[in-house]
């Protein structure tokens, strides 16, 4: 229709003001994991922590969108414990980058609990940088 816009969330035609059908633009992201192998490696967890900070810092400036993390408690893919709290420190240290747990393990989580962490992230990434947020049972 003439005057309206019209976007949609996947690689496919999107309807712009006037000028017909268009390609939708095309984002990148990260999923990074905390592997038991890097973690036992390295002598201190924290410099996991920082390494993987660097890495976001270095996407972001490459000009990757979004930075996902995942939890999977004793699992050999993701070692890390407390999600929301190294998302807080990979806010503090990008600017653009979109950020988001894509996994929480809800037996682990009082909810209330779990629905404070993700107010706070919110919050603290002043809304416009949360990008995804995923529940599961396992």
């Given at each position: 229709?003439?005057?309206?816009?019209?976007?949609?969330?996947?690689?496919?035609?999107?309807?712009?003001?006037?000028?017909?059908?268009?390609?939708?633009?095309?984002?990148?992201?990260?999923?990074?994991?905390?592997?038991?192998?890097?973690?036992?490696?390295?002598?201190?967890?924290?410099?996991?922590?920082?390494?993987?900070?660097?890495?976001?810092?270095?996407?972001?400036?490459?000009?990757?969108?979004?930075?996902?993390?995942?939890?999977?408690?004793?699992?050999?893919?993701?070692?890390?414990?407390?999600?929301?709290?190294?998302?807080?420190?990979?806010?503090?240290?990008?600017s653009r980058?979109?950020?988001?747990?894509?996994?929480?393990?809800?037996?682990?989580?009082?909810?209330?609990?779990?629905?404070?962490?993700?107010?706070?992230?919110w919050?603290?990434?002043?809304?416009?940088?949360?990008?995804?947020?995923?529940?599961?049972?396992?």
């Amino acid at each position: 229709m003439h005057g309206e816009q019209s976007t949609s969330n996947f690689l496919g035609p999107t309807r712009s003001r006037g000028r017909g059908m268009s390609v939708a633009k095309l984002e990148f992201a990260i999923w990074d994991g905390f592997g038991a192998y890097e973690m036992a490696t390295l002598p201190v967890a924290a410099d996991v922590y920082e390494k993987h900070i660097r890495e976001a810092q270095l996407a972001e400036q490459l000009g990757y969108q979004s930075y996902y993390i995942i939890e999977h408690q004793n699992s050999h893919v993701g070692q890390i414990t407390a999600p929301s709290v190294y998302l807080c420190a990979v806010a503090q240290h990008t600017s653009r980058l979109r950020i988001g747990v894509m996994i929480y393990q809800l037996p682990f989580y009082n909810p209330m609990r779990l629905a404070e962490e993700a107010a706070r992230h919110w919050h603290r990434c002043r809304g416009a940088r949360v990008h995804a947020l995923e529940l599961a049972v396992l």
